[in-house]
């Protein structure tokens, strides 16, 4: 989501940040790349030029040129997978020793980067020699009983068995179960939140919405399971009446286990036991286990809430405070009509959410369950890989500024081939949150009760506790603020990690580190992350800058050391990939507001003399932004997710009817194909 729709800003004085964005520069960003001799030359101007605002977008930069070098040949040996493993293998990628030999160079050359478009431009666009074809509409449906979408006779019912709205995170499982099928599979799509200005068309913003609109954005929340298949012309489609298709609500079942698992705060007068929660909100980005099932990250759950004020006991008021909730009406005035999104009268509810929730997408009516081991926060991502000695680590941000980067090790091993006995490895384990220091090293310090300051003392009376309160936890233990932590994953070709951190406007000059070196960073930046020994579930790693985003003509940017007259102006990184070369693929989200292009999916090499040459390869449509990339295991087909196109229309007024022409505009998952079935790069 776009910052202005993130909750207050912390207030918590920020400390040991006194030093200026030119000297952390000069101790962080990386040797190898400054080694470079256009890096090295263009020291001098970028640390003058540091933390200057520009006060309108700059001028769009020459057209990107293509590399000197002739293409580097496709790679002949097996692909590496990127997409979910088979339920019954461990991931290829994370589960095999570290290849002695050199990766496979990327594939710099494959595509010729497209120019950035205008935030106007309500059409998407790729390079010669792609295709773009949408595949899920908002409100296609998904059951034989389903009827087709028509904006005026919209249902809850019909919603519920239909493609929900602002579609997020993509992952794609094989069909049949245990294959690494490239061909057919069931999708997974998450769904954000709503524009119910977009959605309705006699939604009155002032009078707030209707009962029937309220439902009908209760079901549109949540999650899509479809089954897809690619047919012999490598033509993509869905399969309507397929046992797999399944959609998870905001109104259905969830069982709650893990530390947190009946504990007072999450009981309310519906659940006493507090064993079992009613939906998932706010469904932002996510990822998938090796066992084969999917897990999707609530995020911004703080929207849905209101009257804070009424609150009477001050540690829970506290605790809602620290994680943004609003002092009176909420963002989307669903308490007019269902208690307990009203504080007043449901003041636990809250604690509910913000929690990760793993679905079987191949066992239709099992129950999802929240994973309170994993941590409370506004989850943007959940990735996982799989340590030498099987422990699962799990990667996740908290997306808001100066919030804080997690992980998650689980206490038992992953067994290959025995999909029922990895189903519960969530419920146990040790959370960790990261320390970044100046000198480029950091810590991984655990969230355990009874160690620290996670006392009794200090308001933790069980692990349950310090779940529930993760954001109280991390603060406790002197966590790095960070610029908006969202997606967070593991290269399989060089094993090291990949930050995105997507913007934060409200850090002033006092308050940057070596991990957060701009001062009103309104383009965000990426970080390279090492763990130590390519051990994901070390406590300790090394880390460097690999990307300060921005206009190229933005001397305040940096691009690893690449020549920044040959790369594509970047802005807001969101959600990443990589393909099979280990190539980063970035889409972001706030490119409109911040450099004056629609947002995009950028290609990156991380290796290599073209490591850091940012290559514009696909443009979303007008008031989007760009989610869920992911590529099937052969490479040939690239999904990505375009979510709220339109935003900032209404239905009267709109800025965009893609993907057919029409009002409202729909949000959909679109397939990215090369021509002649080729892979994308």
Not at 278 to 302: D, Q
Not at 393 to 402: A, I, K, L, P, T
Not at 508 to 522: H, L, Q, V, Y
Not at 605 to 624: C, I, K, L, T, Y
């Amino acid at each position: 989501m776009s910052e202005q729709e993130h909750g207050p800003e912390q207030t918590e004085s920020l400390t040991d940040r006194s030093e200026t964005f030119d000297v952390i520069l000069r101790q962080r960003l990386s040797r190898r790349a400054f080694l470079k001799g256009s890096a090295a030359a263009a020291l001098p101007v970028l640390l003058a030029a540091c933390g200057e605002e520009a006060t309108s977008p700059p001028p769009p930069p020459p057209p990107p040129t293509a590399p000197a070098a002739p293409p580097t040949p496709m790679a002949t040996s097996v692909p590496i997978p990127t997409t979910p493993p088979a339920a019954t293998n461990p991931p290829a990628a994370t589960n095999t020793p570290a290849a002695t030999n050199t990766p496979e160079p990327a594939a710099v050359g494959a595509f010729e980067p497209i120019q950035p478009r205008p935030t106007t431009e309500d059409a998407l666009a790729v390079p010669a020699g792609y295709t773009t074809t949408v595949l899920l509409r908002w409100g296609d449906p998904l059951t034989a009983d389903a009827p087709d979408f028509a904006v005026d006779a919209q249902t809850a019912d019909a919603q519920s068995k239909q493609f929900g709205y602002n579609c997020d995170m993509v992952a794609f499982f094989p069909l049949p179960i245990g294959s690494n099928a490239s061909d057919h599979g069931v999708l997974a799509v998450n769904h954000e939140y709503t524009n119910p200005e977009l959605m309705f068309r006699d939604f009155n913003p002032d009078a707030g919405p209707t009962q029937e609109q309220v439902d009908i954005q209760l079901a549109a929340h949540g999650v899509s399971f479809v089954e897809i298949q690619r047919g012999a012309d490598g033509t993509w489609t869905y399969v309507r009446e397929s046992p797999y298709n399944r959609r998870i609500t905001a109104t259905t079942q969830i069982e709650v286990t893990g530390p947190a698992a009946g504990h007072p705060l999450l009981e309310t007068g519906d659940d006493f036991a507090a064993q079992s929660v009613l939906g998932t909100l706010n469904n932002c980005a996510g990822g998938w286990t090796p066992w084969g099932t999917y897990c999707t990250a609530e995020e911004n759950f703080h929207q849905y809430f209101a009257n804070l004020d009424t609150v009477t006991d001050e540690a829970l008021r506290a605790m809602h405070e620290r994680y943004g909730l609003p002092a009176g009406v909420s963002q989307y005035q669903w308490e007019k009509f269902y208690r307990r999104f009203d504080l007043a009268q449901v003041p636990n509810e809250p604690n509910r959410f913000g929690w990760v929730v793993e679905i079987d997408p191949y066992t239709a009516g099992s129950a999802p369950k929240k994973r309170t081991a994993l941590g409370r926060f506004r989850h943007e991502a959940v990735t996982f890989v799989v340590a030498p000695d099987n422990r699962v680590v799990v990667y996740s941000g908290d997306d808001e500024r100066f919030e804080y980067v997690y992980k998650f090790v689980t206490e038992g091993t992953f067994t290959p081939g025995n999909r029922e006995a990895n189903m519960s490895l969530l419920d146990a384990g040790t959370l960790y949150v990261a320390r970044f220091d100046n000198d480029g090293t950091g810590v991984w310090m655990p969230l355990v009760f009874g160690e620290g300051p996670l006392t009794a003392e200090n308001g933790f009376e069980s692990q349950a506790d310090v779940v529930i309160k993760t954001r109280l936890a991390a603060d406790a233990l002197g966590a790095t603020r960070m610029d908006r932590p969202e997606d967070m994953e593991t290269n399989p070709v060089n094993k090291k990690v990949y930050l995105m951190l997507t913007n934060n406007t409200r850090r002033e000059e006092g308050d940057t580190n070596g991990a957060n070196p701009r001062a009103n960073n309104e383009t965000g930046h990426v970080i390279e992350l090492t763990e130590a020994g390519d051990d994901p579930s070390a406590t300790t790693f090394t880390w460097e800058i690999f990307l300060i985003c921005g206009n190229p003509s933005d001397e305040s940017t940096y691009f690893a050391g690449y020549d920044k007259t040959r790369v594509s102006p970047i802005s807001c990184p969101d959600n990443c990939t990589f393909d099979n070369h280990g190539n980063l693929w970035i889409a972001t989200d706030g490119q409109a507001g911040t450099i004056g292009y629609n947002d995009a999916l950028h290609m990156i090499p991380v290796e290599g003399p073209e490591r850091g040459h940012v290559q514009q390869f696909f443009s979303s449509v007008a008031g989007s932004e760009t989610c869920g990339p992911l590529f099937t295991s052969d490479n040939t087909s690239l999904f990505v997710a375009v979510q709220h196109p339109g935003e900032g229309g209404n239905f009267a007024e709109p800025v965009s009817t893609w993907p057919d022409g029409t009002v409202p505009p729909r949000p959909s998952v679109v397939v990215i194909q090369k021509e002649g079935g080729l892979p994308i790069v």
